[in-house]
């Protein structure tokens, strides 16, 4: 008897400190889920501006769009930033996603002109090999800032690949796969660009003003 008795004592207090360590668990998930989402908010306005500076429009992060875009690798509408002046877009900003880098996705943010000249690449998280691959952020390299003021003759501009394979861009010493997926992935930023060119290029307010009034006419 005295041995059940035990045995139901060490039972419910091993019980109790799961459901105690559980509990702990799941609040601490919860407060660092919000920090972490608050922090990537913050890293991504910081990019933002390092791509467009305050002085060219200092309402970047307020002007912004929803869109479909398959084509980049999102499953979900992604949020493109627009820099509007005189009521015309003058430069988008949007996501984009290298998934063959050498360590799994490279999350970006990068910014076009109206004429289709890159207007700058920057890197928000990553996984690749400290000392290589991680060149691709600017703390680390200026390499990111060869995408600046580039543009793109056609699909197939043979320009747009790392020397190795006889385009502009460099690769790192020992290290090639990073940098191609990472050019890759600009390539078909610029080109999702392109083909939705008129769409990106409609100021959010005329967009948000066109969505009221289709739903006053239903």
Do not use: C
């Amino acid at each position: 008897m005295e041995l059940l008795i035990s045995m139901r004592r060490s039972t419910l207090g091993i019980a109790l400190f799961a459901a105690v360590t559980a509990g702990v668990i799941a609040v601490t998930q919860v407060m660092t889920r919000e920090r972490i989402s608050q922090n990537q908010q913050e890293h991504q306005a910081r990019a933002l501006y390092e791509i467009l500076p305050r002085e060219l429009d200092d309402q970047l992060h307020r002007q912004s769009i929803l869109i479909s875009a398959p084509e980049l690798g999102f499953a979900e509408p992604i949020t493109v930033y627009q820099s509007i002046q005189n009521n015309e877009v003058e430069a988008v900003i949007l996501p984009a996603i290298a998934p063959d880098g050498y360590s799994g996705d490279i999350r970006m943010l990068v910014g076009i002109w109206r004429d289709g000249r890159v207007a700058g690449v920057r890197v928000l998280e990553h996984k690749e090999t400290p000392g290589l691959g991680d060149k691709v952020e600017l703390a680390k390299s200026n390499w990111i800032l060869s995408f600046d003021d580039k543009a793109m003759d056609s699909s197939n501009d043979p320009r747009w690949r790392v020397r190795k394979d006889g385009g502009d861009f460099d690769q790192f010493t020992g290290a090639t796969i990073t940098p191609r997926a990472v050019v890759r992935a600009v390539a078909r930023t610029v080109q999702f660009y392109e083909s939705r060119r008129p769409e990106l290029l409609t100021p959010a307010t005329e967009q948000d003003a066109h969505l009221t009034v289709s739903g006053d006419e239903s």
